[in-house]
Every structure is written in structure tokens, then in C-alpha cells.
């Protein structure tokens, strides 16, 4: 039944923790054990739920519903089957319903029909980057099958974004050779077209960003790219980057902090509010400090973003001997987020 897929195709904006998107998710699952869905509809089904945790009962409900399907599944396609994994990207493998629809994909990535693009090998890979199981497990296999299918598809033809996606896919998981050829897709290309960016820095920072977690130079066309986003920022003053990149919350954590800089007597210039380092974004960088403060909303809490803050943390450190402090502001008023940012601020970041 298409129009149930459908259904479940147009939660992916929506987080999976919402009241009301529980509701939903409650309802459609008593629609969807005996409805009979192609492996199109399948794909659009795990696609809607790529903003889902599967810690939630319902999410792992509608995986333990889909996996009879995609067993039974007997003409998966390419372009099914990078939509179908594109749409664990929230999910941890430690979780069983995720790890036993691994498996059934396992047993099916080789017999996908029909072309396999570069661009649907990308997006699988995405939908794999919080998966972190030993080697020997079903996501071995899983990677072989895409390997395959990367060297029969038309990879030149791959956009600078979805290699990028295919790289971060990458960043937990072991495989040289399908991370060498999305490098050479990257370092042998041209920068993308302005329609394949979702803002005019966007896909530029997230190459820059995936390069560098890897050890690996930016291409010269890269770097001329990256520059001309730098000098973009630099030219912003602080209230420009306050407006167009901060969240109200964290307008009033700068006023905030501003503040609290005149009674320490520090300027309040040394705290850039939306600063680039290697194309990541800083809630707020304090330049003097060395110390990258960061206010954590929802979306940290899902396992691939709890990775990618690991690894910048990390990168930061290690390259620039920047500190990161994240304070998570989910469920909080505005009083509390302000006495955890004197906490902070008194007792760390301007402790004398």
C-alpha cells in the first residue's frame, strides 16, 4: 500500500520523540503488518524515519514490521536499497531490530537490480555512519556489497556532496577502498553547481569538514572555495552572524556572556559568535581561551551526531589545542541554560 509509505515518507522532518509523531507512528502500525509494500515502499518507510532514535519503542516496532518485508523482498533496486539504509542514520546497531534488518539487507545487497548509481551507494553509507560493530559482523559484508556496486556505477558522475555523505558514512567504519574512490571523485572533480548546495557555504564546509577528520589536503579548487567562505564570514560583523547563524537561545547566551566579559574585564570582541575553524561552525569561540563553547539541542542527542561531536572535539583539540565545552539545553528554561553559562564562564573558561 503506496499511500502508507507515503505516510511514513513524510515524517522526515519530524523528530521521532514528538508527542504527536508517536501518535502517528502508533496509528500507521496497525496499518502496516498486512499491507503489502514493494521495496520502493519499503525505502520510503525507512527514509521517513532518518530523524528517529530506535530507542523508541515505535521506531522499533516499524523496523520489527519491515523486516518480514524486505526478507520477502525479491527485486530490491538501487535506488530502494540506498533509501532503506539512507534512513537508519539515527539508529545505532546496538540496538537488535536494527542489527537483524543489517542482516536482511546483508543477504540481499548482491542480487539488487538494475543500475546502482554512485549517488544511491552514497546515500547507504550515510545511513550507516553511527554503526561502529567489530569487523566480522553483517556490516563486513554490507560494505563489500557496496564496494561492488561503487565499481560498476557511474562515479564520475557523482556530485562533491554525496561523496561527502559517503565519506562521513565512512568515519566509524573500516574501508580503504571505498573511501579511495570517493577521494579521488573529490580531488579529481569540479566544485559543485550552486544547485547542489543547500546554502551557498553548505556543501563547501562539509567536504572541508569530512577532509579533515580523515588527514587528508583539501584540492586546490577546494581551498579556493573554502577562502572565499572564510573572507565571506570574516567580512560579517558580529551582529550579522548573530542574526543569520544563531538560534534565539543562543543570541541571548551571547548577550549574555558579553556581559559577564565586561565584569571580568575581558573584551567581548575576543568571543566570535559563529566562528569557522576548518568548516566547522563554534557556537562561540573564545579566541584568548582556546575554548570552543557549544549549546547542545536535540539533534546531539542522536547516536551519529554524539560521533561526529567525538571526532571534532577531538580534531580541535589535537590540531589547535582547542578545548570543547558543550552544555546540553534540552528541556531547559532560559534560567538554567543562563546558570550553567556563569558556571562555566566563573569557574572555567575566565577562572583567574
Same mark, same amino acid.
Given at each position: 500500500?503506496?499511500?502508507?509509505? &507515503?505516510?511514513?515518507?513524510?515524517?522526515?522532518?519530524?523528530?521521532?520523540?514528538?508527542?504527536? /509523531?508517536?501518535?502517528?507512528?502508533?496509528?500507521?502500525?496497525?496499518?502496516?503488518?498486512?499491507?503489502?509494500? =514493494?521495496?520502493?515502499?519499503?525505502?520510503?518507510?525507512?527514509?521517513?524515519?532518518?530523524?528517529?532514535?530506535?530507542?523508541?519503542?515505535?521506531?522499533?516496532?516499524?523496523?520489527?514490521?519491515?523486516?518480514?518485508?524486505?526478507?520477502?523482498?525479491?527485486? %530490491?533496486?538501487?535506488?530502494?536499497?540506498?533509501? /532503506?539504509?539512507?534512513?537508519?542514520?539515527?539508529?545505532?546497531?546496538?540496538?537488535?531490530?536494527?542489527?537483524?534488518?543489517?542482516?536482511?539487507?546483508?543477504?540481499?545487497?548482491?542480487?539488487? *537490480?538494475?543500475?546502482?548509481?554512485?549517488?544511491?551507494?552514497? &546515500?547507504?553509507?550515510?545511513?550507516?555512519?553511527?554503526?561502529?560493530?567489530?569487523?566480522?559482523?553483517?556490516?563486513?559484508?554490507?560494505?563489500?556489497?557496496?564496494?561492488?556496486?561503487?565499481?560498476?556505477?557511474?562515479?564520475?558522475?557523482?556530485?562533491?556532496?554525496?561523496?561527502?555523505?559517503?565519506?562521513?558514512?565512512?568515519? &566509524?567504519? &573500516?574501508?580503504?577502498?571505498?573511501?579511495?574512490?570517493?577521494?579521488?571523485?573529490?580531488?579529481?572533480?569540479?566544485?559543485?553547481? $550552486?544547485?547542489?548546495?543547500?546554502?551557498?557555504?553548505?556543501? /563547501?564546509?562539509?567536504?572541508?569538514?569530512?577532509?579533515? %577528520? $580523515?588527514?587528508?589536503?583539501?584540492?586546490?579548487?577546494?581551498?579556493?572555495?573554502?577562502?572565499?567562505?572564510?573572507?565571506?564570514?570574516?567580512?560579517?560583523?558580529?551582529?550579522?552572524?548573530?542574526? =543569520?547563524?544563531?538560534?534565539?537561545?543562543?543570541?541571548?547566551?551571547?548577550?549574555?556572556?558579553?556581559?559577564?566579559?565586561?565584569?571580568?574585564?575581558?573584551?567581548?570582541?575576543?568571543?566570535?559568535?559563529?566562528?569557522? $575553524?576548518?568548516?566547522?561552525?563554534?557556537?562561540?569561540?573564545?579566541?584568548?581561551?582556546?575554548?570552543?563553547?557549544?549549546?547542545?539541542?536535540?539533534?546531539?542527542?542522536?547516536?551519529?551526531?554524539?560521533?561526529?561531536?567525538?571526532?571534532?572535539?577531538?580534531?580541535?583539540?589535537?590540531?589547535?589545542?582547542?578545548?570543547? *565545552?558543550?552544555?546540553? *539545553?534540552?528541556?531547559?528554561?532560559? $534560567?538554567?541554560?543562563?546558570?550553567?553559562?556563569?558556571?562555566?564562564?566563573?569557574?572555567?573558561?575566565?577562572?583567574?
Amino acid at each position: 500500500m503506496q499511500e502508507l509509505a &507515503n505516510s511514513l515518507f513524510g515524517l522526515a522532518s519530524m523528530r521521532g520523540d514528538a508527542n504527536e /509523531t508517536r501518535l502517528l507512528l502508533q496509528a500507521l502500525l496497525r496499518k502496516i503488518g498486512n499491507a503489502p509494500l =514493494t521495496p520502493q515502499g519499503v525505502g520510503c518507510t525507512l527514509y521517513g524515519l532518518q530523524r528517529m532514535s530506535s530507542d523508541i519503542p515505535e521506531v522499533r516496532q516499524v523496523l520489527a514490521k519491515l523486516l518480514p518485508k524486505i526478507e520477502g523482498c525479491e527485486d %530490491l533496486d538501487g535506488q530502494s536499497m540506498g533509501m /532503506t539504509l539512507y534512513g537508519l542514520q539515527s539508529m545505532s546497531d546496538d540496538n537488535e531490530e536494527v542489527r537483524r534488518l543489517l542482516k536482511a539487507l546483508e543477504g540481499k545487497i548482491s542480487g539488487v *537490480i538494475g543500475p546502482c548509481s554512485g549517488r544511491h551507494v552514497c &546515500n547507504a553509507l550515510f545511513g550507516m555512519q553511527a554503526m561502529q560493530r567489530p569487523a566480522g559482523s553483517e556490516l563486513t559484508s554490507l560494505l563489500r556489497g557496496l564496494h561492488d556496486k561503487a565499481c560498476e556505477s557511474a562515479l564520475p558522475e557523482l556530485s562533491q556532496l554525496h561523496a561527502a555523505m559517503g565519506l562521513y558514512g565512512l568515519l &566509524n567504519l &573500516n574501508h580503504s577502498a571505498l573511501e579511495g574512490m570517493l577521494l579521488e571523485r573529490i580531488h579529481g572533480g569540479l566544485p559543485p553547481s $550552486i544547485d547542489e548546495r543547500i546554502s551557498p557555504d553548505s556543501v /563547501t564546509c562539509s567536504l572541508v569538514q569530512v577532509l579533515h %577528520l $580523515i588527514g587528508q589536503e583539501l584540492p586546490p579548487w577546494l581551498q579556493r572555495e573554502y577562502s572565499f567562505v572564510e573572507n565571506e564570514r570574516a567580512a560579517m560583523d558580529a551582529q550579522d552572524v548573530i542574526a =543569520t547563524s544563531l538560534s534565539s537561545v543562543e543570541q541571548a547566551s551571547y548577550a549574555h556572556i558579553c556581559a559577564e566579559c565586561s565584569y571580568f574585564d575581558v573584551h567581548s570582541g575576543s568571543v566570535q559568535p559563529g566562528h569557522l $575553524i576548518d568548516g566547522f561552525e563554534v557556537d562561540f569561540f573564545f579566541q584568548n581561551q582556546h575554548v570552543a563553547l557549544e549549546l547542545d539541542g536535540r539533534h546531539h542527542l542522536v547516536p551519529k551526531q554524539k560521533l561526529l561531536d567525538q571526532h571534532r572535539d577531538k580534531y580541535l583539540l589535537d590540531r589547535y589545542g582547542v578545548k570543547t *565545552i558543550r552544555i546540553s *539545553i534540552v528541556g531547559l528554561k532560559w $534560567i538554567d541554560v543562563q546558570e550553567q553559562l556563569d558556571v562555566i564562564l566563573h569557574r572555567t573558561i575566565f577562572k583567574q
